[in-house]
C-alpha cells in the first residue's frame, strides 16, 4: 500500500477533498481548477521527462476525458484518486502511440546526424558540401510545414508510397506535396546560387 502512495502522491487525501463541481458545494469553476490541478498532479506522476514539453496538451486531454464523463453521468461520477490516476496515465499511453504511428523526428535530430561522407583531403569540396548542406536546410526550413515533411522524407530515400505510410496520408496528395515541395526548394536552391 505505502509503494502506491509513493507512486502517486495525491492518492493521500480522501474522496471528500476530490469532489469536483458544483454539488460539491463549489462552484463550477473553482470543481474545475481542483480538477485540473489533481489530474496535473496524476499526470506528473506518469509523464517520463522526455514528454514535459507536451503535459499541458496531454493534461487538457484528460480534463476533457473527464469532463465528458461527467456530462454522461449527470456530475455524479465519483472521481476518486485511482479514477484520476488511470486517465492520466490512458492519456500518456495514448500519445505515446500517436507518436510512435507517426514515427516523428524532429528536424534538429536530423541535422545533428553523422555528417555525409566526403573525400579525405579535399578541403574545396568539403566545405562547397557543407554549403549545400546548408542552403538546402535553409531552404527546407521555408517550406510550409506539410510540404517540408513529404520532401525531407523524399530526399531520405523513401519512395511516395513510403512517405504515405509515414505521414499518414494518401499517396495522391504526398507525391503532390513532393513535386511541389521539390519544385519550391530548387527554386529556393537557385535564389541561392546552388543549382540541384
Known amino acids: ?11 493521500r487525501r480522501g474522496i471528500l477533498e476530490l469532489r469536483h463541481g458544483p454539488w460539491a458545494g463549489a462552484s463550477a ?14 499526470l506528473a ?9 507536451r503535459r499541458e496538451d496531454l493534461l487538457q486531454v484528460a480534463m476533457m476525458k473527464v ?13 476518486t484518486p485511482a479514477y484520476l490516476y488511470r486517465v492520466a496515465y490512458t492519456t500518456l499511453i495514448d500519445e505515446l502511440r500517436r507518436m510512435g504511428a507517426r514515427k516523428e523526428v524532429a528536424l534538429e535530430e536530423v541535422e545533428q546526424g553523422p555528417a555525409q561522407p ?3 583531403g579535399d578541403p574545396e569540396r568539403a566545405a562547397g558540401a557543407a554549403q549545400i ?7 527546407l526550413q521555408g517550406l510550409v510545414q506539410d510540404r517540408r515533411l513529404a520532401v525531407t522524407l523524399h530526399l531520405q530515400g523513401h519512395t511516395v508510397p513510403e512517405a504515405a505510410e509515414l505521414l ?11 513535386y511541389r515541395g521539390l519544385s ?13
Open 118 to 120: 566526403v573525400a579525405p
Open 67 to 79: 469532463v465528458e464523463l461527467r456530462g454522461r453521468t449527470q456530475g455524479q461520477a465519483e472521481l
Open 133 to 139: 548542406a546548408r542552403a538546402v536546410r535553409d531552404c
Open 168 to 178: 499518414g496520408w494518401e499517396a495522391k496528395r504526398t507525391e503532390n506535396l513532393i
Open 1 to 11: 500500500m505505502r509503494s502506491n502512495d509513493a507512486r502517486r502522491p495525491f492518492a
Open 29 to 42: 469553476d473553482a470543481g474545475l481548477e481542483t480538477l485540473r490541478r489533481d489530474l496535473g498532479r496524476a
Open 184 to 196: 519550391a526548394l530548387r527554386a529556393c536552391l537557385s535564389l541561392k546560387g546552388v543549382q540541384p
Open 45 to 53: 506522476s506518469v509523464c517520463p521527462a522526455s514528454l514535459a514539453d
